[in-house]
């Protein structure tokens, strides 16, 4: 039996991974029967900061494109965290003419940020 103590509370992954269901409209029974756990783990998870194993950990994080990087390797700059990945995502499937107007409404954005800091 492993007397350890636990170095990394899973709480902030654990609300993560929640959030990242909820925005993609699946219940915890739909993510249990497509990753095959039982619903109540993943609550635990959610709620709780359960540590789940690596495999449940690798198959929550591919089926829900959340970033694991955020989490484990936070001074890193260069990762893009998981609501980047999920923004590309919901753009996987635009054409040009949305990915442009994306683009145009990113400059904007960049634009009037530059702007407040004169």
């Known amino acids: 039996m492993r007397k350890k103590e636990d170095k990394y509370d899973f709480r902030a992954f654990g609300l993560k991974i929640k959030e990242a269901r909820m925005k993609q409209g699946l219940t915890r029974e739909q993510v249990g029967a497509k990753i095959e756990i039982d619903p109540r783990y993943l609550t635990n998870i959610e709620n709780k900061g359960q540590h789940p194993s690596i495999q449940v950990l690798y198959d929550l994080v591919s089926l829900l494109h959340v970033s694991v990087d955020e989490f484990f390797l936070p001074a890193n700059n260069l ?36 702007i407040k800091n004169e």
């Open 79 to 114: 990762v893009k965290s998981s609501r980047r990945i999920q923004v590309e995502k919901l753009m996987d499937d635009f054409t040009d003419k949305e990915l442009m107007l994306m683009e145009s409404l990113a400059h904007g954005i960049k634009e009037s940020k530059s």
